[in-house]
Structure formats: structure tokens, C-alpha cells
């Protein structure tokens, strides 16, 4: 199952799960993909992502100890992998190489 | 409180949805973003966020069952999850949607069956195993006076005191024998007629309702010169008062008094009574309503008393112990009446010390099984209507099963085809059942709002009085679920099976329907719902005709021209010679009336919803007793058998003779002349002769043939009540007497009431329970051709191509009719002998109701058989024709 291709939910799973410094949670994953995107974002959505993407290997998650946020209680953690951050980077550069491609084809 | 702003629904989805070892971090998770949401936006978005969050964790699940992080194998795998369920309701919905006409005729069918048995189950709920409301009623007993031949539960106030005050052990609690009605106008608004009940201090502890608003009676309400106050009747509250909570605190007028409302019982508390009065006071308050003076300890107004047991006493210690109280009180004899007899108007009175026979004791009846006097009428027609209800059902079953098969059999090749990739037979099983269950619990929301609509037209009908709560309760919302679910189930189950035998291979392209299994599975059920329908309709036959049959059934004497005349005397004020001087004042007056032909005063006049009875329980039989003037029976228009009737000289003397009726001569003394023999042959004690006998009459219930019967001289004239026979109208007679009377004394409360009313009365209970049966009969038969007619039609569109076949081979048209008739109508004709059979069986259980019909009444059988056949020819002809008007080469071309 390991290295397969990112959808476009995932891909904002993966990006938020980076972009908040690695070990974090599903709430602010949420929250942030909803702020980025401005659409509503559910929970269930986000947990399927960061199953699909943990069963692709791009994620990886562990129990954290408890923290005092949470009233005491452990969670699930999630860190962005070498190989998810590989293929994010990888679906960036191809993206924009075909920009670039459109930007030259429009200049007359 | 935070918790209680998520929306509920979805906290309960939440608390069903499978997560396993995950939950408690999902919660925590839901948790944050709503605390965070209501923060930033409010609490109105945030709800709706969580709502859509919990739901996206179950369509997270059901779309490719993504595993939750962390969810564990095993959740995923358990057989039978709520995704499937949610599956097979999706899909049941497609499949359903697909055919709406049929469906909608099905729901709509099956709908009527549950609301008419649900309605039916109410109303039977309300008068046969109305809830008194009573907490742990199994403990509550009945005190009765026990005498050498018989028990009554009449007490005088003050003996109720002396019990009170010298038993220790067990409490005793009284209610007034004598409700009454009374006048009420509210804060001045225009009144409405109330009855009440009056109750001692103690009476609601010893009950243990809860209350809805306010509070209820106590003792202290009960003391000398306590402001009078009231409880309401939360039917009546509801009904008269639209549930005002603002009625606690204001005042009620009753006879010129205010009464403080200070509370309303809780839903469906009834009482002791066997009608539940509309509010409760204290016996404190007799003398508010009544005149006179308060009730103390030598007053002699009649009341029932109850107790209760307390926990692990038995019954016998505590009859022991009141009976101890009562022999060293030397308690005289009251008056004789019937255990069971209702606490309502009229019945009660004054409490008349007689005859000295002694009070040989105390007997505790429980309360539970104080239904006695109709127990085995009560449950006689629980178990009819609880059948007629099943057959409707049944029938209504049958309809949708025969919709199922008939589309099983057009799915044969879906479900062939689920099976060839791989369903098991029991997701298929399942699939079929979710669907039907569907079509039944949809049916059963319809029929909710059908049986809260139809109900109270029916309790109309059967006249339930409007203290009686009517809206269904929990036992009836249980049923109807319940029988929702049977419906169902019991008709998804057959056509599940035909379907997974019959389930074929997509390749094989037409279904002919005319496998022998669902062939004949069709006719048992054809032949099903015609015998249900038989029986339905003879039943509904037989008791239209059983209440046509009492209409017209020989009382003894002729009701119309009959008027009772009943007196209340101001207590203190009257005693038994200043009665007398009373009534024969009254009788020389109105004796002279145009119009009246003769009058005489009775103890109870007929029909007056009082009786005195003497019962042997072990034999079952009871003697109605009358105290009369000698021209009673010449008023009523009785016939002299044997012997002679009393003389006014007897009457004045008190002499100990008696006069019997014709049926207790018969059982008592077979074969041998009762003139002349002593009383004390049927009632042990008694020192009176037979002097005669006189023809039959029913006074009292018209279900009682026998109308056994012992008249003796009237000796107490506060009880006595004047029966006139006039000759003219009687509006202006009414009219007459009423102003008679009111010139012989002002200060009496004089009540006139027509016999004939009382007779209306007692034939509007057959009258309602032949009405249920026919609108049970109804529905049936409606169901049944509905039923017959989609068979028919299912059946000759499959057989379209046989059909064909044989006109292109020369048969005639009426040939082919002849030959299509006959197939559908086999199975008819089966199904109605033996519901025929069915019917002769169970209508013998109705005796009791028929008034003397015979149940197995001839008529009434040709009667249902010539309806059900032509109806059912009608739904069997019109498919057929059409069947039959086929064009064959067209047919025959499609092939």
C-alpha cells in the first residue's frame, strides 16, 4: 500500500499535519484545513485522511503522554513521515512545472 | 452544564457508534472544537457543526469503512453492525420507492388494521383494565361488613370512626358512598357540572399518587373548620380546565361555597371509584355541600372504607384484627348491597340501622379482584375483541404478504444475482426483512396519528365519561409497536423464504410465477383472509343483532310512562314517621294528577342504577331485593303466579311475608308450590313467608335473565323512592309533579328521572360493542377484497400467456372467465367454511352478550356467507375480465 498517490483532501491533511510542527492532533488538523481551504471541514473527513494516510505511510502516529490541555488524558499524535513529506514536496514540484508550463503557453 | 448544549441526537449517535478503544479520544476530540466553535461563533453554529461531525464518523463508516485510527479489527468485523442496517434501510427505501402505488396501498391497509386495534386495545384498556393509577394496588383492600349470608361494603361515619380509632395495625381510610354532582362556576365564568367525591384526610397517602401540580389531600384538610379545599381529576383538569396550570391556588365554587383548588392528581390516577369523579374533597366539607350539621361521631351517612395491607400482614391477621374491633362494638345490621356496587350518584344515602342482624365481622377483599360483579363478562370480551383485533391483523398481514410475494417473485432474479456474487442467505433473509419491517413501522407512524384521531370518535361511541383519560397511554403506544413490528415481521418472513428458494440465475430471462410453493402459499393466504373475514363478520352479525335483540328483549313490564321520583330529605330535620306522613301526602297528590294512573313507593325502582342484592358466591347467583308498597306490582303491570301480593294492611304492619319472582320460584323450589313455605329456604335467617308469586321482571341488569327476586313490605321511608305510571306525554307530567312537590315541602331535593332513560342506559352498552365490531367487520372486509382483488389481478396477469393459448386454441371467452373464476374462488370458498367453522366454535364465547340470541344464530351465518361471497366474486370478476379481454395474437407475438 506504501507509496501511492495523495488525493486532495490528503494532501491538506499531510501539509496541515507539517505545517503545525509535527506532532500534533486531529482538532487543530481540523481547524486548520478549514482555515486554509475556508470550507467546512468535518471531523470524520479528518480522521479518515489521517487513516489513509498512515496505512500509505505518510504519517505516522503514536499515544502521547497526557498533557494538562486535555484534562489529563493521552492522545493520538500524528508527525508528517520522510516518505509523506517526499511525495508532498514531489506533488508541489509537478504542479509547478506544469504551471509554468501553462504561464509560457499563454505568453503570446 | 457545558454537556447539555451539544444537540442530544447526535451525543446519542455518538454513544452507538462502534469505536472502541478510540472513544474517549474522539469524544475529547468533538469536545475541543465545540468548546472552541461556541467560543468563536457561538452556540447555534457549534451544535451544528457537532451534529455534522458525529454524522460524518458514521458515513465514515458506511461509505469505504475507512478504519478509525487505531480502530480495532474486530469492531469492523462483527456480523451484524449498524452499517448494514443502514444499508438494507437505504436500500429498502429504493425498493419501496419503486412502486409507490402498491406500497402506499399496503401502508395505508396496514395502517388502518393498527389504528383500529390500537384504537380497540385503548378503549378495552380504559374499561376493562383501567389502571386505577393506584401505586402497588395488590395491597389495597376492600372493608366489608360480613353478616351469616352475605357482605356489603356500607358503613356508617360513625362506625368508620371507631374502626379508625381503635385499630392500630391496620389503617382505614373512607370514601362517601353518595357522589354527587355539583354546579361549578370558576372565578365567575360559566360553570360546568362536576362530580365529587368525598374522602377522608388520609385517602390520597394511603392511594400514593404523585401529583402534577400542586399538592394533594391530607389529614389536616380533614380537621373541624379547615378551609375547604379540592383536588382535581387530571383528565378532567385537561378537559374542562385545558390543563390551566393557574387553576392551583383560585377557588371553585359548589353550592355557594369556595373551594381552594390546591393540587391535580398525576395522569390517569382513578381511585376506588369505578368512575373517576372530576375533583376530591375531605369529608370535612359534607356539611358545606350537604347541609346539616359537620360529621362527627353519631352521624349515620354512609361510606366504603378501604386499606391497606401493610408490607408481609396477612390478610387474614388484619380481618382478624378489624373484626375484633367491630364484634366488641356490637355493630348492627345495615343495609344488604352488593360488594362491587358503584360509588356513584344515587347509590349511597342514608345508612338505615334495621333489622337487628348482627355484623358477624370484617372481610378485606383485595381491590384487585374487586371487578368481581362482570370479571368473567370483562374478560370474555377482552378475549372476543382481542381476537377480532388479531384477525384484522391477521388480515392485514396477508395483504402485505401477498404484495412481498408478489414482488419476491419479480426479484427472483436480483436476488439470484446477489446470491451468484456471493450474499449469504442470511444478509438476503435480513435484506427482505428490514424491507417488510420498514413497510411495518411506517404503517405503524401512520397509524399512530389515525388511532390519536379516531380514538376519541370511538370513545364518543362507546360513551366513556369524561373523567376517564382517553388519549393512549404507554400500554397502548407498547401495543401498537408491538403489533407494528408482528405486522412486519410476520409478513416479511413467508415471502423471504419463497424468495430464496425461488431466487434464479440473471440468465434465465421470464418469471412465470407458477411455482406449486408460491402458488399454494397464495391460496393459504387467500383462504386465510376470507375465514378471518367470516369470522369477523359473524361476529359483528351476531352482536348487532345481539344489541337489536336487547332493544327488543321482554323486561317484564313496559318502561315507557315509568318515572322514578326520588327525594332528598334534610338531615335532622326528617326522621321515619315525618317520611311517611311525607310520601303519603305525596302519593294522595299526585294520585290525583290528569295523566298519572297509579303510583307506589319501592326501596329500588328500576332501573335506577341502585340495587340490594344478596349473592352466593359459589353458585354464582344473585337475588335482587326490593322493599315495596303493595301497589308496586300493579304499578310495574306484574302478573300474580301464584298466591297473592301483600296488602296495604301488611305493608302498614310490617308483616313478615314476601312475594318471589317467577325464576326464583323455579330454581328454588322446583316442582313444588312456594306459596306458603318459609323465606328462610333461600336466605338462611329469614323469618318472613312466601305468599306469592309474580312474573319476571329485569330491573336491574339486562344481562341477568334469571331477574331472581324477593319483595317484602317497605319499611324505611327516608330510603323509599315514589315509581309513577303515567298515562300521557310526560314532559308536561314532569312539569306537574315537580310543582306537586314542591308544594308539600320546599326544603326537599326532589329528582325526577324516567325509567325508560335508565333502560337507554343499559342497552347503550351492547349498542357500542356491536358498533366496535362492525367497524372491526368493516375494516376487514375491506382488507380482505383489496387483498383478494391484488391476488387475482397478480395471478391472471401471470397467467397472460396461458391465457392466450387458449382463446388462440378456440376458448370462448366466457370459457377462459369460467375456468379463471373458479382457480380464484377455490381457495375462497375453502377459507369461508372454515371460518364458518371457526365462527361456530368461538361465537359461543358471546352467550353472555347476545341477550338470549343464540350464537349459532342461522341467520346471521347465511347472512355473512352470502356478503363475503358476493363481495368476493366482485374482486375476483372485474380482474378476471380483463384478464380474459386479452388479444391473444398480440400475447402470443410479445413471446
Known amino acids: 500500500m506504501k507509496g501511492e498517490r495523495l488525493g486532495e483532501f490528503e494532501e491538506f491533511t499531510l501539509l496541515a499535519v507539517r505545517a503545525l510542527g509535527d506532532h500534533t492532533y486531529a482538532v487543530p488538523v481540523q481547524q486548520f484545513v478549514e482555515e486554509a481551504t475556508g470550507r467546512d471541514v468535518s471531523l470524520g473527513a479528518v480522521y479518515a485522511a489521517l487513516a489513509r494516510l498512515e496505512n500509505k505511510g505518510f504519517v505516522r502516529s503514536s499515544m502521547a503522554a497526557a498533557t494538562a490541555r486535555r484534562g489529563g488524558k493521552s492522545k493520538r499524535l500524528y508527525a508528517v513521515t520522510p516518505l509523506g513529506l517526499r511525495t508532498a514536496r514531489e506533488l508541489h514540484r509537478m504542479r509547478q512545472e506544469i504551471?509554468?508550463?501553462?504561464?509560457?503557453?499563454?505568453?503570446? | 452544564m457545558t454537556h447539555d448544549a451539544r444537540p442530544r441526537l447526535a451525543r446519542l449517535l455518538l454513544r452507538i457508534l462502534p469505536l472502541g478503544e478510540r472513544r474517549a479520544d474522539v469524544e475529547d476530540?468533538?469536545?475541543?472544537?465545540?468548546?472552541?466553535?461556541?467560543?468563536?461563533r457561538g452556540t447555534r453554529y457549534a451544535r451544528r457543526r457537532y451534529f455534522s461531525d458525529v454524522l460524518s464518523l458514521w458515513r465514515g463508516r458506511r461509505r469505504s469503512e475507512p478504519r478509525l485510527p487505531g480502530q480495532a479489527e474486530s469492531v469492523r468485523s462483527s456480523r451484524f453492525s449498524l452499517t448494514d442496517v443502514f444499508q438494507d434501510l437505504t436500500y429498502a427505501?429504493?425498493?419501496?420507492?419503486?412502486s409507490p402505488a402498491v406500497v402506499l396501498i399496503t401502508i395505508v391497509g396496514l395502517a388502518v388494521a393498527i389504528s383500529v386495534g390500537t384504537s380497540m386495545f385503548s378503549i378495552l384498556n380504559i374499561i376493562a383494565f383501567r389502571s386505577t393509577g393506584i401505586r402497588d394496588s395488590s395491597a389495597l383492600v376492600s372493608v366489608m361488613r360480613a353478616y351469616r349470608n352475605g357482605a356489603g361494603n356500607a358503613w356508617s361515619h360513625s362506625e368508620y370512626l371507631q374502626i379508625r380509632d381503635h385499630a392500630r395495625a391496620v389503617k382505614v381510610e373512607a370514601v362517601l358512598r353518595d357522589g354527587a354532582s355539583f354546579s361549578t362556576s370558576r372565578d365567575g365564568d360559566a360553570g360546568h357540572g362536576a362530580s365529587l367525591?368525598?374522602?377522608?384526610?388520609?385517602y390520597f397517602a394511603m392511594m400514593l399518587p404523585r401529583v402534577s401540580q400542586g399538592r394533594l389531600l391530607t389529614p389536616a384538610d380533614d380537621e373541624p373548620g379547615a378551609q375547604p379545599v379540592l383536588v382535581l381529576n387530571h383528565a378532567w383538569w385537561s378537559r374542562m380546565l385545558a390543563a390551566d396550570p393557574s387553576i392551583v391556588g383560585r377557588s371553585v365554587w359548589l353550592n355557594g361555597t369556595p373551594f381552594v383548588v390546591v393540587g391535580v392528581t398525576?395522569?390517569?390516577?382513578?381511585?376506588?371509584?369505578?368512575?373517576?369523579p372530576a375533583m376530591w374533597t375531605t369529608l370535612a366539607n359534607y356539611h358545606v355541600l350537604h347541609g346539616g350539621p359537620p360529621l362527627d361521631r353519631r352521624s349515620s351517612t354512609s361510606v366504603s372504607l378501604v386499606s391497606r395491607l401493610a408490607p408481609g400482614v396477612p390478610i387474614a391477621q388484619a380481618e382478624a384484627a378489624l373484626t375484633s374491633i367491630v364484634q366488641s362494638a356490637g355493630f348492627g345490621r345495615g343495609e344488604l348491597v352488593d360488594p362491587n356496587q358503584a360509588v356513584g350518584p344515587g347509590s349511597g344515602g342514608e345508612y338505615a340501622p334495621a333489622a337487628p342482624e348482627p355484623v358477624t365481622g370484617v372481610r378485606l377483599l383485595p381491590f384487585a379482584t374487586r371487578g368481581g360483579k362482570n370479571a368473567g363478562q370483562v374478560a370474555l370480551i377482552v378475549v372476543v375483541v382481542l381476537t377480532a383485533i388479531g384477525l384484522v391483523l391477521v388480515l392485514a398481514c396477508a395483504n402485505v404478504t401477498n404484495l412481498l410475494l408478489a414482488s419476491a417473485i419479480a426479484r427472483r432474479t436480483e436476488i439470484g444475482l446477489r446470491i451468484a456474487l456471493g450474499a449469504r442467505r442470511g444478509r438476503i433473509v435480513r435484506q427482505l426483512l428490514t424491507e417488510s419491517l420498514s413497510l411495518g413501522l411506517i404503517a405503524g407512524a401512520l397509524g399512530l396519528l389515525f388511532t390519536v384521531w379516531l380514538l376519541p370518535i370511538l370513545a364518543g361511541v362507546v360513551d366513556v365519561p369524561d373523567t376517564f383519560d382517553v388519549r393512549p397511554d404507554g400500554r397502548a403506544y407498547a401495543f401498537l409497536c408491538f403489533i407494528s413490528i408482528l405486522a412486519g415481521l410476520g409478513a416479511g418472513l413467508a415471502p423471504s423464504k419463497g424468495a430464496l428458494r425461488d431466487a434464479r440465475w440473471p440468465t434465465s430471462s421470464r418469471s412465470s410465477g407458477h411455482s406449486t410453493g408460491s402458488k399454494r402459499q397464495r391460496a393459504v393466504l387467500v383462504g386465510a383472509q376470507a375465514a378471518a373475514s367470516m369470522v369477523l363478520l359473524v361476529l359483528a352479525v351476531l352482536l348487532a343483532r345481539g344489541a337489536a335483540h336487547a332493544a327488543r328483549l321482554d323486561i317484564g313490564f313496559d318502561a315507557s310512562g315509568l318515572m322514578t321520583i326520588s327525594a332528598v330529605f334534610q338531615r335532622g330535620t326528617y326522621d321515619g314517621p315525618r317520611a311517611q306522613a311525607y310520601w303519603d301526602s305525596a302519593l294522595e297528590r299526585v294520585r290525583a294528577l290528569p295523566g298519572v294512573q297509579s303510583s307506589a313507593?319501592?326501596?329500588?325502582?328500576?332501573?335506577?342504577?341502585?340495587?340490594r342484592v344478596t349473592v352466593f358466591r359459589r353458585a354464582r347467583y344473585t337475588i335482587n331485593h326490593n322493599d315495596t308498597h303493595a301497589g308496586y306490582f300493579e304499578t310495574l303491570g306484574l302478573r300474580v303466579l301464584a298466591g297473592r301480593t301483600y296488602t296495604p294492611a301488611e305493608v302498614s304492619a310490617r308483616a313478615p311475608v314476601a312475594v318471589i319472582s317467577e325464576g326464583l320460584a323455579r330454581d328454588f323450589f322446583p316442582g313444588e308450590n312456594p306459596v306458603g313455605q318459609p323465606l328462610g329456604r333461600i336466605l338462611e335467617g329469614s323469618q318472613s313467608t312466601i305468599i306469592g308469586v309474580v312474573s319476571n321482571a329485569i330491573t336491574a341488569r339486562l344481562r341477568d335473565p334469571r331477574a331472581a327476586a324477593v319483595y317484602q313490605p317497605i319499611h324505611d321511608m327516608l330510603a323509599a323512592r315514589m315509581v309513577v305510571r303515567a298515562g300521557g306525554p310526560s314532559e308536561a307530567l314532569i312539569k306537574s309533579l315537580q310543582g306537586t312537590f314542591q308544594s308539600i315541602d320546599p326544603g326537599v331535593r326532589v329528582g325526577i328521572t324516567k325509567v325508560s332513560d335508565g333502560l337507554d342506559r343499559q342497552l347503550a352498552e351492547p349498542t357500542a360493542l356491536s358498533m366496535m365490531a362492525s367497524l372491526l367487520a368493516a375494516v376487514a372486509l375491506a382488507l380482505a377484497l383489496i387483498g383478494l382483488y391484488g391476488v387475482t389481478a397478480f395471478v391472471t396477469g401471470q397467467r397472460r400467456l396461458e391465457i392466450s393459448v387458449r382463446i388462440a386454441l378456440g376458448a370462448s371467452g366466457s370459457d377462459v372467465m369460467r375456468l379463471l373464476v373458479r382457480d380464484s374462488l377455490r381457495p375462497v370458498l375453502y377459507?369461508?367454511?372454515?371460518?364458518a367453522i371457526g365462527a361456530a366454535l368461538g361465537s359461543r364465547v358471546l352467550t353472555g352478550v347476545l341477550y338470549g340470541l343464540s350464537p349459532a344464530d342461522p341467520l346471521t351465518f347465511a347472512a355473512a356467507l352470502i356478503v363475503l361471497l358476493a363481495a368476493s366474486a366482485g374482486a375476483v370478476v372485474l380482474p378476471t375480465r380483463r384478464a380474459a379481454a386479452v388479444d391473444p395474437a398480440a400475447v402470443l407475438r410479445e413471446v
Open chain 2, 93 to 98: 427505501a429504493r425498493m419501496l420507492r419503486r
Open chain 2, 266 to 276: 398525576e395522569r390517569g390516577f382513578a381511585g376506588t371509584a369505578d368512575t373517576p
Open chain 2, 831 to 835: 377459507g369461508l367454511a372454515a371460518g
Open chain 2, 29 to 40: 476530540d468533538l469536545m475541543e472544537l465545540f468548546e472552541s466553535r461556541r467560543a468563536s
Open chain 1, 99 to 108: 504551471w509554468t508550463t501553462i504561464a509560457e503557453g499563454r505568453q503570446p
Open chain 2, 601 to 611: 313507593l319501592a326501596e329500588v325502582p328500576p332501573f335506577s342504577g341502585s340495587s
Open chain 2, 197 to 202: 367525591l368525598l374522602v377522608s384526610g388520609g
